[in-house]
């Protein structure tokens, strides 16, 4: 029996790609599974997601679409960052299509696009600076892939910073600085087949970022794209597809006075129940959450006592009957209570995408 799981609901996936294509006004939805899918496993939901109506998959890494394909996944997949040199003949011949920025980049691809021709998508960087060609280099980049053998151009994307606030005027800029990159290639004459720009955020709240398709990650999940777009996404009816689980498994009387955990941080100020929980911090249950998290268990938020370890804390049930196998929800809904990842995030400081990304691999995903 696991000590810890995960359910995802697959109708909440399907459910939510369906409201963003309507929220896409008639863009397609490319569904972005990288990270295991935000921890909630990439094969089941990229498979939801196509049966729902994706076009399309997008993961950051390589391996993650090498991971997809051996799960028999025949859909078209980005790799959504530019590959290193020596990955580009498992990216060929799995048919997987990388996005591409760099002359070095555009060379390997080449190099293997002679015998394995490949498709690439030129990411354009309009203000995000992590990746992507600067807009000046765009046509040097572009002529550099539809003029060699082997390559072609499949579309030209950039990625917006802060779509998840909707009032920063800088969306607007990165989406103008897109226009006139794309404006360049249309005048130098090179035939770019489609454009995108949205991720879950733009497709919610920027309908100009909304162009031939859009890539949803976090709100596919059923997940707010920030804080400021939590009714947004509660008004869209976007469903979180994920809940973790565990049970009781150990329980004790402790008198008052008694210290618990590690450091002895935290002391117990009457008689009470104490439950053990058996995950921790290496199951992506973080330790800072010992500061004001809770647990349900009977349907009640109960606190945790002293530091989350690596592998069990304690949590405080009071004079309640609570007993070894006792059901725990560490996030969503128990009787009338609910704990979500945003909730988790907001007491660590964090966004709910760092939530679920970091459930470990310890912890067992269960599909409904
Ligand atoms: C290039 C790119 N597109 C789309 C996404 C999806 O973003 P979100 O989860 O906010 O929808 C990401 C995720 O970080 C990304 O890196």
Same mark, same amino acid.
């Given at each position: 029996m696991s000590r810890s799981w995960v359910e995802v609901d697959l109708g909440a996936i399907a459910h939510n790609v369906a409201v963003l294509a309507g929220a896409a006004d008639g863009a397609d939805v490319c569904a972005v599974v990288k990270a295991d899918g935000y921890g909630h496993g990439a094969i089941s939901v990229a498979q939801a997601a196509i049966a729902a109506g994706a076009t399309t998959l997008a993961v950051a890494q390589v391996d993650e679409g090498v991971e997809l394909r051996e799960a028999g996944i025949e859909a078209p997949i980005w790799v959504l960052s530019e590959p290193e040199p020596h990955e580009f003949v498992a990216t060929a011949e799995l048919g997987l299509q990388p996005a591409i920025y760099s002359e070095h980049g555009i060379e390997a691809a080449a190099a293997v696009g002679v015998t394995a021709p490949l498709t690439v998508h030129l990411k354009v960087d !309009?203000?995000?600076?992590?990746?992507g060609a600067a807009p000046a280099d765009v046509v040097a980049r572009a002529r550099s892939i539809v003029s060699a053998? @082997?390559?072609?151009?499949g579309s030209v994307f950039t990625h917006c910073a802060? %779509? #998840?606030?909707? !009032?920063? =005027?800088f969306t607007d800029q990165q989406l103008a600085r897109f226009d006139s990159a794309l404006g360049e290639l249309a005048e130098a004459g090179i035939e770019v087949p489609f454009t995108h720009a949205a991720n879950s955020a733009g497709t919610l709240?920027? =309908?100009? %970022?909304?162009? #031939?398709i859009v890539r949803v990650g976090i709100a596919m999940y059923g997940?707010?794209?920030?804080p400021d777009l939590a009714e947004v996404a509660c008004e869209a009816d976007l469903r979180p597809a994920l809940s973790w689980h565990s049970r009781v498994s150990f329980v004790k009387r402790l008198a008052a006075g008694n210290r618990v955990s590690?450091?002895?941080? %935290? %002391?117990?100020d009457r008689e009470t129940t104490v439950a053990t929980i058996p995950l921790g911090y290496a199951d992506?249950?973080?330790? @800072?959450?010992?500061r004001d998290g809770s647990v349900l268990i009977g349907g009640k938020p109960r606190p945790i006592l002293g530091v989350v370890t690596m592998d069990q804390f304690v949590v405080d049930c009071g004079d309640d009957d609570v007993a070894a196998g006792d059901d725990v929800v560490l996030i969503g809904h128990q009787g009338g209570s609910l704990i979500s990842a945003d909730d988790l995030a907001a007491k660590l400081d964090t966004i709910n995408y760092e939530i679920v990304c970091g459930i470990s691999k310890r912890v067992e995903r269960r599909y409904r």
């Open positions: !309009t203000g995000m600076h992590r990746v053998d @082997g390559l072609t151009l802060v %779509a #998840d606030e909707p !009032t920063n =005027p709240v920027v =309908p100009s %970022a909304r162009r #031939d997940l707010a794209p920030s590690y450091g002895q941080r %935290a %002391a117990v992506g249950f973080r330790r @800072g959450l010992w």
